[in-house]
């Protein structure tokens, strides 16, 4: 559990692995409402020239509140996440996050985390999360 004393810029996060399978792209768009064919429709994400499904934003934004979340403890709270998706994230690859802490403000008891979750594409992912700790 991360407090906020003990934290200074440059402290990284341990990693996160998570392997991409079709469960987790279709349970992840069905779990947010997302039902794009491209989520959970084989031939339909082909139609669309992709090679697979592919993970919805909103999975990946469980996934990185997940991964800053299980540094954090139970006791820190999310103050504000800003993320960009790059490339898709298909069943049969893995996504590894990393992260470090880019900034820490007294006044709040916040602290930034820049991070990016990266696939054998390339990075799928890559944002910013405040969060206070305590």
């Not at 709270?77 to 298909?90: A, S």
Request: glycine share 10%; charged share 20%.
């Amino acid at each position: 559990m991360a407090q906020f004393d003990d934290i200074q810029p440059g402290a990284e996060l341990p990693a996160l692995t998570v392997p991409v399978t079709v469960a987790l792209v279709t349970g992840g768009a069905i779990a947010t409402r997302d039902y794009f064919p491209g989520h959970h429709d084989l031939e339909a994400a082909r139609a669309l020239g992709s090679p697979h499904i592919f993970m919805n934003i909103l999975t990946t934004n469980g996934l990185v509140q997940r991964f800053v979340e299980d540094w954090a403890g139970p006791q820190a709270r999310l103050c504000d996440l800003k993320i960009k998706l790059g490339m898709p994230n298909y069943p049969g690859d893995t996504m590894t996050l990393t992260g470090a802490v880019t900034d820490k403000r007294a006044s709040d008891r916040t602290v930034e985390v820049t991070l990016k979750g990266a696939n054998s594409m390339g990075n799928h992912v890559t944002g910013t999360v405040r969060v206070c700790l305590p």
